[in-house]
């Protein structure tokens, strides 16, 4: 079998300098700023490389086709955008590997009979924007593109004046059933987000489903005051509800088997010696099911609540995002354990609180997603990591599974 590693770890070394702060070692790249521009340039001039066409969507996504557009193709690919100060991995991974993979079908002289089209989605993390899986959640029609389009960052740009400024028209925002009806199969790779794999001895991992899990942003409104001469009892600082409603998060998360993070917070003024006038605080909560997820939330509101009272504090509470509970085609699951057990793989099945594009588009087709093994499980930061052997491992699973979905 050729080896996908000169491929692979060649690609990998080329996208890793796009975004990384020389610094921390982590990612920024937002949507629609120049570092997600780069990554689109680079993903375009690597498929176009390889022969592919590749075409910009109305929402932003790419795709890059291995055949002629017609019904029945196979995708796979992820994101290129990340978190804030986020790992290598996440996203990229599931790109790089899809090129690899491309390469590893040639070199064996594999000629699809369905077209295979390489997809890099936008916005998924939702970093900039707020709402995650953008670029999948328009493409399926889950997200109103009037909403989507007034969507700001913490500057106040709006998405629609983010694209523009990138060059695209944000006019044309919307679903594409046309797009989503030729696809017969969605196959995303991604790296593993938790340490599931490792214990097992196992180098890959198949997706069971995708925990429902949302997005409510929290804005506590006090008074500014000085910090030295505003006497305590006079003070209506937001700061204090905040803290203990973050504090009842964790608590409503332990009764209730989920999770619950304050991971953002912006404070206003955000000055040493002012009280401040505004805490906004942004709640995500994931559960195993919807409903301990909405008791999740309610607890935490309420608690916001009775701590606002105390502390003579206004609260408003809306929710940005939900993602109901996903469960992946088994059928889809099934043939590719199959494949991969004939390839020397065994790959446990696992559930993820993770969100993906792959969890949006199981609305509308079928669906799955590889995980490849994280040695440490540590996401969403610069640790984030995976062997090279493991990510050569899943080119080459990769590749096997669309040389089955699309041969
Ligand atoms: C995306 O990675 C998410 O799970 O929020
Ligand atoms: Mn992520
Ligand atoms: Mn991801």
Known sequence: MTSAGPTFAGLWRELERIGRDPHTGGYRRYSWTPADTACRTWFTGQAER???A???????????WWGPKKPGAIVTGSHLDSVPNGGAFDGPLGVVSALAAVDLLKDRSFSPERSVVLAALTEEEGARFGVPCLGSRLLTGAVDPNAARVLTDDAGTTLADAMVAAGHDPGFLG????L?????????????????LAPQGAVLGLAEGIWPHGRWRFEFG??????GTARLTDRRDPMLPYAATALAARQAAEQNAAVATFGKVIVEPNGTNAVPSVVRAWLDARAADEATVGETVTTVRSAAERFCEQYGVTLSVRQESFTPLVRFDAALRDRIAGTLAAAGFSAPVLPTGAGHDAGVLAARVPTAM??????TGISHS???????ADCEAGVRALA?????LAG
């Open 50 to 52: 390889r022969g592919l």
């Open 54 to 64: 590749v075409e910009t969507d109305n929402n932003g996504n790419l795709w890059a």
């Open 175 to 178: 679903p594409r059933d046309d």
């Open 180 to 196: 989503l009806g030729g696809i017969a199969a969605f196959v995303e790779l991604h790296v593993e987000q938790g340490r599931a």
């Open 222 to 227: 006090g008074r500014a005051d000085h910090a």
């Open 370 to 375: 590889l995980f490849v093994r994280n040695p």
């Open 382 to 388: 610069p640790a984030e990591h995976a062997d090279l």
């Open 400 to 404: 096997a599974v669309l040389e089955d």
